[in-house]
């Protein structure tokens, strides 16, 4: 049975989207998780909350491995998704990373007592599907060790992979439907129970957590054409799952063009496609307890 999140959303039956997502960030996690760690005290403790299916846990876990070791542990509500990650960490560790799960709501009052003293914290896109935005940046904030840095990754340039004419239905397609996912987010958090808005930015959310050295960069996702079956099917998969959000916010010419994109036995199926790609980035927001 799937664990409670605030979302209402089914994050196991997602496992094999998250992980080919993972597949494609794999070079960005890499170069974050080295940024992140590189002054880390000897045998430090990273905490890894909202770990999904990993690909972040074993970014982390092969940096510390590199490092001597440490301790790595992994917080989430969904037990399908601890137990991939953890799977995935542990291998990337070589045996040298003590890696651990814990299993709870994140957006408990308690959390600071369930978890140990941590010199790095990652979460990443899990604070935006929780209640309250700036409480959860401000328990986690409570968790880290004196000189710890509690890092976010949320927002950055929206991923695209479909070029901008299509030749089929009016150009800017992709744009389109992002726009009108945008409406789904909305809705998603208002349907939240006790959801409390954050009319502000990540920076600011850690700056009023009380953490000082506060500041952003970002890491590019870039898979260009001509393409790959990996693109293809991440391009197929994500069409789809923005389908699925969009409802009927996007008008029914749009909607017939996603329908014959995602039609194997259409001609302008997107599987026979050579242009597709894979570009954004990952945007991380961090700050340091003094």
Do not use: C
Not at 22 to 33: N, T, V
Not at 37 to 51: C, H, N, Q, R, Y
Not at 144 to 160: M, S
Not at 181 to 203: H, K, L, N, Q
């Amino acid at each position: 049975m799937a664990g409670h999140t605030h979302d209402h959303i089914d994050w196991a039956e997602r496992i094999p989207d998250l992980r080919q997502a993972d597949e494609l960030s794999k070079a960005a996690f890499a170069q974050i998780a080295a940024r992140l760690t590189a002054t880390l005290p000897e045998k430090a403790t990273v905490i890894d909350v909202g770990s999904g299916t990993g690909g972040m846990s074993a970014a982390l876990a092969a940096a510390l491995s590199s490092r001597g070791g440490g301790t790595l542990l992994l917080v989430d509500a969904v037990p399908e998704l601890l137990e991939v990650a953890a799977e995935t960490a542990e291998q990337a560790g070589e045996k040298r990373v003590e890696v651990s799960t814990v299993r709870t709501d994140l957006a408990r009052d308690d959390l600071v007592t369930l978890l140990p003293s941590a010199n790095l914290i990652w979460a990443a896109s899990v604070v935006h599907h929780l209640p309250d935005q700036q409480a959860a940046v401000t328990r986690l904030a409570q968790v880290l060790a004196p000189e710890g840095t509690l890092a976010l990754a949320e927002g950055g340039l929206e991923i695209e992979t479909l070029p901008w004419d299509l030749g089929i239905g009016e150009p800017g397609f992709e744009r389109r439907l992002l726009a009108a996912r945008d409406g789904w987010f909305r809705e998603m958090r208002g349907g939240i129970d006790g959801a409390v808005s954050m009319p502000y930015g990540w920076t600011t959310a850690l700056s009023r957590a009380g953490l000082a050295a506060v500041g952003s960069f970002s890491r590019l996702i870039d898979h260009p054409a001509p393409t790959t079956e990996v693109v293809r099917a991440f391009a197929l998969n994500r069409l789809t799952r923005l389908l699925d959000h969009v409802g009927d916010r996007i008008a029914d010419d749009d909607r017939k063009v996603a329908h014959r994109l995602l039609d194997p036995s259409d001609s302008q199926y997107l599987g026979r496609r050579d242009d597709l790609y894979v570009l954004g980035t990952r945007t991380v927001h961090f700050g340091l307890r003094r």
